[in-house]
Structure formats: C-alpha cells, structure tokens
C-alpha cells in the first residue's frame, strides 16, 4: 500500500465533507486521523525498511497468513501513541476529546496494554466498542496495513467472512465492473485488505437467499447500497465503483451517514462500526 491512498482517502474526505454537511465534522476528524496515518505508514518504512525481522518471531507456520500479526505489538511504537492523542485532543467532539485526555493521563504503561490487546485481538466485533477501542484501531491501521503488505500474504479459497489476514470483520464491500455488472470485494476494518466475496451472500451469517437479501439506496447518495439480510438482521455499505469511479470506499462508507440512520430504524444493525465507530 503506498502512502498516496492515504492521499487519495484525504483528498475524497476533504471533497465529500465541503459536499455533505452531515457528515463535515466526521470527515474533518478522519482527515485529521489519516493524516496521522500516513506519516505513521510512511516512518515505518524508514524505521524497519522492508523486512519483517524486527518483530520477535511467534509459533507456527512462518508461511501463514496470521502468523505475521501473531507476532507481539512491537514496545517501542508505544510512545508514538502519545503524540496521536494530543493530535486527536483538540479536534475531536467533546466526549472523545474527555476519553483522549484520559487515556494520555493513564500513561506509556496503559497505552502499551491497551495496544497489545487491540493487536491480540480484541476489537475483532465481539465486544461492544469501546472508546478506546477507537483510539486504538485508528493509531493501529497503518501499523495493520504495513504489517500485511509487508509480509508476502496471499490467500486462495473460498469467500471468507473474516479479513483473510487479520481475521477482522469487513468494514465496506466494494462493487468493482466487471463484464455487465460487478464484482463483489469485502475491505477490511483493521488492516484495509480487499478480498472477493460472491455477490449474494450474506458476510453476517452466509444466507444466500436472495429474496432475503435486500439492497436499498437513496437518491442523494445512489452510488452507496445498504446491503441488508432478513436472516441476521445486519448489514454492510457497499460503495458502486461501477456508478462512481471517484468514490474512496472506506471515505464513501463514512459520508453516507443517512443511510445507517435509515438501516438502523429498519431494524438492522451494522456488520462492523467504521473507524469512526458508527
Ligand atoms: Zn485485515
Ligand atoms: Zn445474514
């Protein structure tokens, strides 16, 4: 992953939140998070190169995909956590302003825990969010990202309903062309892989029937479904690269904020919150 799809997500956030007034505070947050992000993806390559041999092996099959973020969350990228939550301090909304505050009054020690938790896997959508959660993942994806695009992963096989790498929920599905219609990819919420996912299936629960899969879209955002499932009752956002090409679909899925207010007075609930924890 180069630093520029950070750009690319940056400059579609910076776009859509001058276009949609419901959703300028959330974008203006995220631009400052992604930010933050690049220049964390980017000193990572300078701080280890392109090896993974800094991180202290774990048990198992070095060829696994899983194996990479198995290993422990390395100390050291501890202290630069302190620094995102002075970033985040004043451009936040007031309650996650107060959570930031906290959290850097807990100091290195708590953040250390904090993080390595995250990384062992909670926040993997068992749990209710928590606020620091937040914290957490956002600090975390570009670590996430490098970690996967450093590692040589691939992966073959059937859909799987988990991010194939860091076996988080997927955040966004994307709708790419293909032939006459489009091809179906899942994004992960945590490291941001995309993977293939048949059409009409259900990422909850399997069901692939379809007449208990419904799609909905609104006229204002038509290049954004609510992909729903009478089954389980969740749904996920897929972003139509097909009806727009210009759309950033991690951005796309945090714009269309009308459209998890509807699905949620549907009755459904929502797959895996974004980073932005809605
Ligand atoms: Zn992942
Ligand atoms: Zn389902």
């Given at each position: ?23 300028a505070e959330i974008l203006r947050l995220y631009v400052s998070i992604a930010r933050f992000q690049e220049d964390f993806y980017r000193d990572l390559g ?233």
């Amino acid at each position: 992953m180069a630093p520029n799809e950070w750009e690319r997500r940056i400059a579609r956030a910076e776009e859509l939140g001058a276009q949609y007034g419901f959703a300028a505070e959330i974008l203006r947050l995220y631009v400052s998070i992604a930010r933050f992000q690049e220049d964390f993806y980017r000193d990572l390559g300078s701080l280890y190169g392109n090896s993974l041999d800094h991180l202290s092996a774990g048990a198992g099959d070095a060829a696994s995909n899983w194996e990479s973020f198995s290993r422990p969350f390395p100390a050291e990228l501890t202290a630069r956590f302190g620094t995102f939550l002075s970033m985040i301090e004043p451009s936040g909304p007031s309650p996650l302003r107060e959570a930031a505050r906290e959290l850097r009054d807990g100091g290195q020690d708590s953040h250390f825990r904090l993080l390595t938790a995250f990384w062992n896997g909670s926040g993997t959508g068992v749990l209710p969010p928590e606020p620091a959660d937040f914290f957490a993942r956002a600090f975390l994806q570009p670590y996430a990202a490098w970690i996967r695009t450093r590692s040589n992963m691939s992966w073959s096989g059937p859909t799987p309903y988990l991010c194939p790498f860091c076996k988080r929920k997927p955040v966004v599905g994307i709708l790419r062309p293909l032939g006459d219609g489009g091809q179906r990819s899942l994004v992960c919420s945590f490291c941001l892989a995309e993977w293939e996912f048949r059409r009409i299936v259900c990422p909850g629960c399997g069901e692939e029937n379809h007449a208990k899969l419904p799609v909905y879209t609104a006229e204002e955002l038509k290049h954004v479904r609510v992909e729903a499932c009478d089954s389980c009752r969740s749904y996920i956002k897929t972003v139509d690269l097909t009806k727009s090409g210009l759309a950033e679909p991690i951005v796309d899925e945090m714009a269309s904020i009308p459209l998890d207010l509807w699905a949620e007075q549907q009755g459904y609930s929502k797959l895996q919150p974004n980073l932005m924890q809605l």
